[in-house]
């Protein structure tokens, strides 16, 4: 999963993204540090029958202080970091295994930078946000986060 969560009333995807960050690992970024990686809808991680609708951003590499201060809060377990380059946990969230990795993938800095957290090339104005359920640091990790706009998921069909 990643950092993420619904729309307050009048937020805008990249406020509620920024928000969503700042609340759930402790970093600031502001929406203007986003950019859009893209819009997925797929179903439901840990809530059987329910589709996710996500808007996902990435941003600039973290700083090494930026680093060091990232810590999970709200309902957020662990922070993990996940190499693009190699195998995928099979734990993760569908939206995540299904549209965001391989989408990060040709963006990524793999072999580019050993401590980058962004997509490569890393664009002017983009900071980071950080994916959900981290551990560790990986040579090609990327960043990102996400916000889910109303209307509430719908059941899908049986």
């Not at 996902?56 to 922070?79: G, H, K, M, N, Q």
């Not at 391989?102 to 983009?126: E, N, T, V, W």
């Not at 209307?151 to 899908?156: H, R």
Request: with cysteine; proline share 15%.
């Amino acid at each position: 999963m990643l950092v993420g969560g619904k729309l307050e009333p009048g937020e805008t995807a990249a406020a509620a993204a920024s928000r969503e960050v700042q609340e759930e690992v402790g970093l600031i970024r502001t929406a203007d540090q986003l950019t859009l990686l893209g819009r997925y809808d797929e179903e439901a991680a840990n809530e059987p029958g329910w589709r996710v609708s996500s808007t996902i951003f990435v941003a600039d590499p973290l700083t090494d202080d930026e680093r060091s201060t990232l810590e999970p809060r709200a309902e957020i377990a662990e922070i993990r970091w996940l190499d693009l380059a190699g195998d995928q946990p099979t734990d993760l969230a569908p939206l995540l295994a299904r549209h965001v990795v391989p989408a990060l993938r040709p963006r990524s800095p793999i072999g580019k930078d050993p401590d980058s957290c962004a997509p490569h090339p890393p664009p002017s104005s983009q900071a980071s946000s950080e994916p959900t359920r981290p551990i560790g640091r990986s040579p090609s990790s990327t960043c990102s986060a996400s916000a889910s706009a109303p209307p509430p998921p719908t059941p899908s069909a049986p």
